[in-house]
């Protein structure tokens, strides 16, 4: 298991930028595809962006493409996710995740290790 960090949420104005980072911890880092989540109150969790091992595969969900960029420093044990172009709907709880599975998994039941979430909120 690898233990995950995020951090850098905070509240901006639509239109502001924002980068999350999630730090792991514990078995090698470079072994697991990466990918960020959000859930807004009252929804689901719903699946953002998916980086794999070595970077070579990313993925996003159709409502962020364009705005938000995923990345991965295997030297550093970090995730990133940069958010511009913030609307208000993108106002929710993000969350990292972890997945050993192979390929570039998307669904919340392949990811096994998850952080705590960190904050965002857009006002308009």
């Known amino acids: 298991q690898v233990q995950l960090v995020e951090s850098g949420g905070g509240s901006v104005q639509a239109g502001g930028s924002l980068r999350l980072s999630c730090a792991a911890s514990g078995r090698a880092f470079s072994g697991y595809n990466m990918g960020w989540f959000r859930q807004a109150p009252g929804k689901e969790r719903d699946f953002v962006a998916a980086i794999s091992r070595l970077a070579r595969n990313i993925y996003y969900a159709d409502s962020v493409k364009g705005r938000f960029t995923i990345s991965k420093d295997n030297g550093k044990s970090t995730v990133y996710l940069q958010m511009n172009s913030l609307k208000p709907e993108d106002t929710a709880v993000y969350y990292c995740?972890?997945?050993?599975?192979?390929?570039?998994?998307?669904?919340?039941?392949?990811?096994?290790?998850w952080g705590q979430g960190t904050q965002v909120t857009v006002s308009s």
């Open positions: 995740a972890a997945s050993q599975l192979y390929g570039t998994p998307k669904r919340i039941a392949d990811f096994g290790s």
